[in-house]
């Protein structure tokens, strides 16, 4: 009788099982899907039923450099991160053969059609962009498989060298259009202040003389032994008009 209850309580002790916070088991039953059990402890029937634990944690997929050609002809090479979480553990046992392997070939699939929808330019300045339609590409595939695809990131994008300069000398013309475009708005913004400034001073002779003033105290600042001298606004303006008198033809 003894050795009895010992053959029970063994046999129910070997049912006992313990899954962690992170963990879920699915329990099958003479090879049919029975229930998820855990977190914690659980009991399952030995011999007649068996389990397998998936982690719920977020996981990690890096997406390994690869190569593939953009819209506009260009061939680079570009990897990515992927992360994702199972939420429901049934689905992601019972639906596909293996999730994990299935998640990486999806998002290298995925990255790669995507990357073949747009040109070099747009994979460089648009990665947000790309991101997210790598997102929604992904986990609208997992969703059957219950995995949430939480996040996706492009990490590094490789061109060709010659693609390099070209890029570099694109930039540069469009520094030095750029530079000259502010030097002749400036230009054109001086000239026209000249232009105001001159006008002023021809309509107001007393002006012209203040700013004469104004020069020879700023060369006396500066230390110079330089001496000048200015002759008057209306010496100036004398013996223009006696120029023009000479000139002119003499009346009959």
């Avoid at 099958?28 to 659980?42: E, N, Q, W």
Wanted: proline share 3%.
């Amino acid at each position: 009788m003894e050795f009895i209850i010992v053959i029970v309580a063994l046999f129910l002790l070997s049912g006992i099982r313990i899954a962690q916070e992170y963990q879920r088991a699915i329990v099958f039953r003479l090879g049919r899907f029975a229930s998820v059990k855990g977190p914690g402890i659980y009991w399952i029937i030995p011999l007649l039923e068996w389990q397998r634990k998936v982690d719920i944690r977020t996981l990690t997929v890096d997406i390994e450099k690869q190569e593939t050609i953009t819209r506009d002809s260009v061939t680079i090479k570009v990897n990515a991160v992927l992360w994702y979480k199972i939420v429901d553990p049934a689905k992601a046992i019972l639906n596909v053969f293996n999730f994990e392997y299935a998640v990486y070939q999806v998002s290298l699939t995925a990255l790669r059609n995507i990357i073949g929808k747009n040109q070099l330019d747009e994979v460089l300045k648009e990665r947000t962009k790309i991101n997210s339609e790598l997102k929604e590409i992904v986990d609208e595939i997992t969703a059957a498989w219950g995995i949430k695809i939480e996040f996706v990131e492009m990490k590094d994008v490789e061109i060709p060298t010659s693609m390099q300069r070209a890029m570099a000398r694109e930039a540069e013309a469009t520094r030095e259009k750029r530079a000259r475009i502010i030097k002749a708005e400036a230009e054109l913004e001086a000239s026209e202040k000249l232009s105001k400034g001159a006008k002023q001073i021809a309509e107001n002779p007393l002006a012209l003389e203040l700013r004469r003033m104004q020069m020879l105290s700023e060369i006396g600042a500066e230390n110079n032994t330089t001496t000048i001298f200015l002759m008057p606004s209306e010496f100036t303006n004398l013996a223009k008009a006696f120029t023009e008198n000479l000139t002119k033809p003499a009346k009959k």
